[in-house]
């Protein structure tokens, strides 16, 4: 028995060790870049740049401070919001305006959001979060806009499909372009050959006021604030009304939870 225990005591050693990472200095949560795996395909965000987006939504685990991406395009954290706790050791993914320094801020005082802290700095080589003219330049101005984006039902879930400049639908799959019926159904393997030929979902994640979720609002954060424009601890966000046949941007109290999508440049 004491030869066996000599034994199996290194390798246990071995795989400890294998699994250290670096720490941060003042902090007991290791010092790691997430894997972001990227959509492949162009969109455009001006007359002059494009940008890729992210194969999921931003996530964040309290009880280690880990970052992830979703590991599906379709996946949302819903009620799971609720939980504002350190010690929650599930997946969040709604986020007040710019808190990327605190995504476990639930202050319903918009003064506590006035500096903008991308979420893409969690992740590197280039990730952010589009600005309100990318956004509408994307929806309704680089060329074919209009028939660039439909709504769509991915394995359950509701949400709004976008797709590249340049797109050619994978054989096999039919979908009604610019429509706002959510007509479009699509199931885990048609989605995969979806975002294989480019194209991005995004789900209707719904939003969270402090610990409370609501669902079934698509609500998607951008960097910009319109509090320049009168309208006080406003900032903007991308949204999908399909009863009104409409998809763009609109203000959102900065305190309010909603999904990030990120996106770099090309």
Not at 117 to 140: N, Q, V
Not at 173 to 195: K, T, W
Request: a negative charge; aromatic letters at 14%.
């Amino acid at each position: 028995m004491k030869r066996i225990i000599c034994l199996i005591f290194p390798i246990l050693m071995l795989l400890a060790s294998s699994c250290v990472k670096e720490e941060s200095e003042g902090s007991h949560y290791p010092i790691y870049v997430p894997r972001v795996e990227a959509v492949d395909g162009a969109y455009s965000v001006s007359a002059a740049s494009q940008v890729q987006f992210a194969a999921g939504n931003v996530q964040y685990m309290p009880f280690f401070g880990y970052w992830r991406i979703a590991e599906e395009q379709y996946h949302i954290r819903a009620k799971a919001n609720e939980h504002g706790s350190r010690r929650y050791s599930g997946w969040v993914d709604l986020f007040g305006w710019g808190t990327a320094d605190d995504p476990l801020l639930r202050s319903l005082d918009t003064n506590d959001y006035a500096v903008f802290a991308d979420w893409g700095t969690h992740f590197g080589s280039g990730w952010r979060t589009l600005t309100e003219e990318e956004w509408e330049y994307l929806l309704y101005y680089r060329p074919g806009a209009r028939s660039l984006f439909a709504t769509a039902v991915v394995c359950g879930v509701k949400g709004l499909m976008l797709l590249p400049d340049e797109w050619d639908c994978p054989g096999g799959i039919s979908m009604a372009y610019g429509d706002f019926s959510y007509g479009n159904v699509f199931n885990e393997r048609q989605i995969h050959r979806l975002q294989e030929a480019g194209a991005v979902f995004l789900p209707n994640a719904g939003f969270r006021q402090g610990e409370s979720y609501s669902e079934g609002l698509l609500g998607y954060w951008t960097a910009t604030t319109v509090g320049v424009r009168g309208f006080e601890g406003i900032r903007v966000f991308l949204d999908l009304t399909p009863e009104d046949s409409f998809v763009g941007l609109k203000g959102m109290s900065a305190y309010c939870g909603l999904a990030v999508r990120l996106a770099r440049n090309i």
